[in-house]
């Protein structure tokens, strides 16, 4: 449970960074696979140096692929006003479907039994074992208090849930475009290092479909979570928590792993309903005045 919470709390964070801004980043699974295996095709190449200095080199190219992909959706947003909710997800889906190309194609492991890399000589050391926990969680709950600390205590942070309103964050200077851009480029920075964070320390290479849909649960965490940085914790831990369940409730009894899906989707229509009848009252109290 803990385990699978990891890149669900990062893609969760990815979310809420954009979210903030008033942007929509739809493109967190794409982002996720390259990632992954940007940052694994970095391991297979590199040289024999201190396992430290190596993860350090990985994280830092996933982390970079991810700001690649999602910066592709905000150039054509600021460039040619094209909405970043359609190409993030547009490109998220392409990227998914070539990387699985690579991966039953020239990056296939002769030896697998199914289509995945090679294996990485690089992993988070486990806690806990013989579970699947590793030491990957640390750097979840690292961004997610840095996160809540720099949306609530900086000028960055004040600046982005003004830039939500964009006539009144460019009537008092302040520059949304610029806002825009960093803040995509740090969702889509953080959702491409928790693609190599789950690698290194579950799989130890890339497997086709590894992600299970981490990208668009995510943004489930997220609105959950109220884009809250810390309630993302408790929020993905729960999630998390319905799939391990219905997992070993599905050895336990007849109970199927689908039903976690029906709860998951409740919840998140309970919450997008509660949502909804809230700006419906807002609208009737503007209407008063």
């Given at each position: 449970?803990?385990s699978?919470?990891?890149?669900?709390?990062m893609?969760?964070?990815?979310?809420?960074?954009?979210?903030?801004?008033?942007?929509?980043?739809?493109?967190l699974?794409?982002?996720?696979?390259?990632?992954?295996?940007?940052?694994?095709?970095t391991?297979?190449?590199?040289?024999?140096?201190?396992s430290?200095?190596?993860?350090?080199i990985?994280?830092?190219?996933?982390?970079?692929?991810?700001?690649?992909?999602?910066?592709?959706s905000?150039f054509?947003k600021?460039?040619l006003?094209?909405?970043?909710l359609?190409?993030?997800?547009?490109?998220?889906?392409?990227?998914?479907?070539i990387i699985d190309?690579?991966?039953?194609?020239?990056?296939r492991?002769?030896?697998?039994g199914?289509?995945a890399?090679?294996?990485?000589?690089l992993?988070?050391?486990?806690?806990?074992?013989?579970?699947?926990?590793?030491?990957?969680?640390?750097?979840?709950?690292f961004?997610?208090?840095a996160l809540?600390?720099?949306?609530?205590?900086?000028?960055?942070?004040?600046?982005?849930r003004i830039a939500?309103?964009?006539?009144?964050?460019?009537?008092?200077?302040?520059?949304?475009k610029g806002?825009?851009?960093?803040t995509m480029l740090?969702?889509?920075?953080?959702?491409?290092?928790?693609g190599?964070?789950?690698v290194?320390?579950v799989?130890?290479?890339?497997?086709?479909?590894?992600?299970?849909?981490?990208?668009?649960?995510?943004i489930?965490v997220?609105l959950i979570?109220?884009?809250n940085?810390?309630l993302?914790?408790?929020?993905?831990?729960?999630?998390?928590?319905?799939?391990?369940?219905?997992?070993?409730?599905?050895?336990?009894?007849d109970?199927?792993p689908e039903?976690?899906?029906?709860?998951q989707?409740?919840?998140f229509?309970?919450v997008t309903?509660?949502?909804?009848?809230?700006?419906?009252?807002?609208?009737?109290?503007?209407?008063?005045?």
């Open positions: 449970m803990l699978n919470s990891i890149p669900l709390i893609t969760a964070i990815a979310a809420v960074v954009s979210f903030s801004s008033g942007l929509f980043n739809l493109g699974e794409g982002q996720v696979y390259f990632g992954a295996f940007f940052g694994t095709l391991a297979l190449f590199l040289p024999d140096i201190p430290f200095f190596a993860k350090m990985v994280l830092l190219a996933a982390f970079f692929a991810g700001m690649m992909l999602s910066g592709v905000v054509l600021i460039k006003n094209i909405d970043e359609i190409s993030s997800f547009l490109l998220s889906q392409a990227t998914v479907h190309y690579f991966l039953n194609g020239p990056m492991d002769p030896s697998a199914l289509a890399s090679k294996y990485i000589d992993s988070f050391s486990k806690i806990l074992p013989p579970s699947q926990l590793h030491s990957g969680i640390f750097i979840s709950a961004f997610c208090f809540y600390m720099l949306m609530n205590y900086s000028w960055f942070g004040l600046e982005t939500k309103n964009r006539r009144f964050a460019e009537y008092i200077g302040v520059d949304v806002v825009w851009v960093l740090i969702s889509g920075g953080i959702a491409g290092l928790s190599m964070v789950d290194l320390g799989h130890s290479r890339v497997v086709k479909g590894f992600s299970a849909g981490y990208g668009f649960n995510g489930a997220a979570a109220r884009n940085p810390i993302v914790i408790p929020a993905a831990i729960f999630f998390s928590y319905l799939e391990a369940g219905s997992q070993v409730a599905s050895f336990m009894s109970i199927t039903m976690s899906r029906i709860i989707g409740a919840i229509y309970l309903a509660e949502a909804i009848l809230d700006f419906i009252a807002k609208r009737k109290v503007k209407k008063i005045w």
